[in-house]
């Protein structure tokens, strides 16, 4: 099984803090059954962070899980949000860094839909598999402004959709637990994720018997 997405790398974005909370996140990773993480550590305006950071991060947690003896594997990546401040640069600066080959993480503004400007995410989207990628999007559950209408517009743009693993059970809150029961039911999810940050979440996860696949 493998954790598509997930905030594990230390100190880059409002994830980890520190290495060892990473190693930490990284055994709750094993002891649910994952074999390898995916590490789509942000790129907003808050966390501009560029592959260069995200690999040297990946390097320094891969070695220490190493020293550790935790069998994670690690691939870095980045969860691209669709927004004016970051996503024009990192097309402009070729900053796109695929996993599982050709997937790219997109993220839309969790709670305005205007933070968006003049972005059409369906155009993004369309745009990333004429370059050769699959563009994944996260938790679209957490985006209670959209439409049933318009998430199907996304599928039908290219979209693959991930669900967050907490989304059904309420880590959210109802409104998004209920909201990923209709994706759920209407057929749309394509993978899982934990979009792990800290403890807190992995004490979450935990009190439900979580276990990857």
């Keep these: 099984m493998i954790d598509c997405h997930c905030h594990i790398l230390p100190g880059v974005d409002d994830g980890a803090t520190c290495l060892a909370e990473s190693v930490l996140l990284a055994r709750y990773q094993v002891k649910w059954g994952f074999r390898k993480a995916v590490c789509t550590s942000h790129r907003v305006g808050k966390y501009p962070n560029t592959p260069d950071d995200v690999k040297r991060a990946c390097d320094l947690l891969r070695d220490e899980l190493s020293k550790e003896g935790v069998p994670l594997e690690l691939e870095p990546s980045m969860e691209y949000r669709l927004i004016p401040e970051t996503w024009p640069e990192t097309l402009e600066k070729g900053w796109l860094l695929p996993w599982e080959g050709n997937h790219i993480l997109i993220e ?29 999007l996260a938790h679209p559950e957490r985006y209670l402004y959209l439409d049933m209408d318009r998430y199907l517009s996304f599928k039908e743009a290219g979209a693959l959709f991930q669900r967050n693993i907490g989304s059904l059970e309420g880590l959210y809150g109802e409104a998004v637990s209920v909201r990923a029961e209709a994706l759920l039911t209407e057929g749309l999810y394509d993978l899982i994720g934990t979009d792990l940050h800290n403890e807190r979440y992995a004490a979450f996860f935990d009190s439900f018997g979580f276990k990857a696949g």
Aim: glycine share 6%; net charge negative; hydrophobic share 40%.
């Design 108 to 136: 839309l503004p969790i709670h305005k839909a205007s933070r968006i400007g003049n972005i059409v995410p369906e155009d993004e989207i369309e745009r990333l598999i004429d370059m050769g990628f699959q563009p994944v």
